[in-house]
């Protein structure tokens, strides 16, 4: 089997373009990242058909010198697998900006809270096995030890605090995530009407 050195570089060269812009935080980004990779991988798929052959008829065509089909088969479902996600990241990218006027992907609460519990325990275990450490004491050890044991206490307060602000949300899935009917729109400029006259 032959295979076009050119388009085997072309393909990777895509598929590492592709795979550097999925890793960034921009939907927009991500989206064309997907986009270029999935082109990419449709380039690789078709390369290792090798060189071309005859059309695979049924009669009067040796095999030898036939083409497979069915990397044009997977190439042609992965065009459609990719159309769909291209889609679906485009909604989503949409969505994101309606909403925060950004399309940047944020990081997760619980995630960010999970690390930082891990982070203030472990400092919060140095600091115990640094006091025990010492045996003779004094007042102003002490001090420090309780006053870096509030601070650190304070952090996971304040970012408790972070993701209870975080959590508030009214409940209506529609609202929350979806976004609201156009006819509260109208309903909330009435009632800002009725208000102000």
Request: glycine residues 8%; hydrophobic residues 45%.
């Amino acid at each position: 089997m032959t295979m076009s050195l050119s388009l085997l570089a072309t393909a990777v060269v895509l598929c590492a373009v592709g795979g550097i812009l999925m890793l960034s935080r921009p939907l927009t980004r991500i989206l064309l990242g997907a986009v270029i990779a999935g082109n990419g991988i449709n380039l690789l798929v078709l390369s290792s058909t090798g060189s071309a052959g005859a059309a695979p008829l049924l009669y009067g065509v040796p095999l030898r010198r036939i083409t497979d089909p069915l990397p044009q088969a997977i190439a042609l479902t992965a065009i459609v697998i990719t159309l769909a996600t291209t889609a679906f990241l485009l909604a989503m990218a949409y969505r994101s900006y309606q909403l925060t006027g950004t399309d940047e992907v944020h990081d997760d609460l619980e995630d960010r809270r999970i690390f930082l519990r891990a982070e203030v325990l472990g400092e919060r275990a140095e600091l115990r096995e640094e006091y025990r450490a010492e045996p003779g004491r004094s007042r102003k050890d002490r001090a420090r030890y309780r006053q870096e044991h509030r601070r650190l206490r304070a952090r996971l307060r304040a970012d408790r605090a972070l993701q209870a602000r975080g959590r508030d949300a009214g409940g209506d899935l529609w609202h929350d995530v979806l976004g609201a009917d156009p006819e509260d729109y109208v309903n909330d400029k009435d009632d800002d009407r009725g208000a102000a006259g």
